[in-house]
C-alpha cells in the first residue's frame, strides 16, 4: 500500500464578513446592460450638453442669453439712478408748416384765436398746474408778453391748460403767477386726458412745459420741450423772425 505523501493544502476560501461579523451580501455589480450583457457607458456629469437633456441644452443658453439683454435694457432704460425711464420727445414734422388754428376760451369766459394774431410772434404754452417746471417757467413768459420782436412784430403769448388738469387748481396757479397773457384750458376733444389743441399740434402727453413759437406769417418756427429761461425765449423768438 502506498502511503501519502505530505502535500501542502491550500488554504480554504476565506468569507468576507460585515462589521457584525455575519457574511457580507455578494457583489452585484451596478449599471444597465445591453443584450450582450456588457454594461453601459457610463453617463458623462459635470459638463453641459451630456445626459439625458443635453440636447435641449443649446436652445436653454438662448432664453437664459435672451433674458440677460432684456434685464440690460431695462436697466439702461430707467437710467442709473433706477428712476424712470427717459424717452425722447417724440419727432415735430410740422415745424415749417402752417400752424393749425385754434380757439381758446380764457379763464374770463372771453376767447382767442391764433389766426386773428397773425403778423405776431405768438408763443403758445402748453403746461399744467402740477407741473413744477411749468410754475417756474411762467414768470419769464409773463416778462415776454407784449414785448417786441427785433423786426417790430408784437410777441404775445397764449397759455393752454392741459385738459385732465383740476380746473380749481389751474385758475389759482394763474392768478398767483400774475398772468396776464391770454391763458385757459384745452377742453373738448375725444377723450378726458387729451384736448384738441394739444392733439393738432401733437404735443407729447405729459411733456409739459411745451411750447410752440409761432412766426409772423402763421408758420411754426420751433417746438421747444422743457422749461425754458428768458435767453432761450429771446433766442426762439429771434428765430421766429429770421434773426438768429
Known amino acids: 500500500m502506498t502511503q501519502p505523501t505530505d502535500q501542502p493544502r491550500e488554504p480554504a476560501p476565506r468569507i468576507a464578513t460585515d462589521e457584525t461579523g455575519f457574511p457580507a451580501p455578494p457583489h452585484v455589480p451596478t449599471g444597465s446592460h445591453n443584450d450582450l450583457g456588457e454594461p453601459d457607458p457610463p453617463e458623462e456629469h459635470g459638463r453641459v450638453g451630456y445626459g439625458r437633456f443635453g440636447k435641449y441644452t443649446p436652445f436653454g443658453l438662448a432664453l437664459v442669453i435672451i433674458a440677460v439683454l432684456i434685464a440690460i435694457g ?29 380757439t381758446l376760451t380764457r379763464f374770463d369766459g372771453s376767447t ?17 398746474s402740477w407741473c413744477s417746471p411749468c410754475r417756474e417757467e411762467i414768470p419769464e413768459l409773463v416778462a415776454v408778453e407784449g414785448t417786441v420782436a427785433p423786426d417790430g412784430s408784437p410777441v404775445r403769448v397764449i397759455g393752454v391748460g392741459m385738459t385732465p388738469d383740476d380746473d380749481a387748481d389751474a385758475r389759482r396757479m394763474a392768478v398767483d403767477l400774475g398772468i396776464d397773457y391770454s391763458v385757459g384750458r384745452d377742453l373738448g376733444g375725444q377723450g378726458p386726458g387729451r384736448g384738441p389743441i394739444q392733439t393738432s399740434f401733437d404735443i407729447a402727453d405729459y ?17 421747444h420741450y422743457g422749461q425754458m429761461d428768458d435767453e432761450m425765449i429771446a433766442g426762439y423768438v429771434d428765430d421766429a423772425v429770421g434773426e438768429a
Open 74 to 102: 431695462i436697466s439702461q432704460a430707467q437710467g442709473d439712478d433706477g428712476g424712470e425711464a427717459t424717452i425722447a420727445p417724440p419727432e415735430t414734422p410740422q415745424v415749417g408748416g402752417i400752424a393749425p388754428d385754434f
Open 112 to 128: 382767442v384765436t391764433l389766426s386773428s394774431l397773425r403778423g405776431s410772434v405768438v408763443v403758445v404754452n402748453f403746461w399744467a
Open 207 to 223: 411733456y409739459y412745459p411745451a411750447t410752440v413759437f409761432v412766426a409772423p406769417d402763421g408758420t411754426i418756427s420751433d417746438i
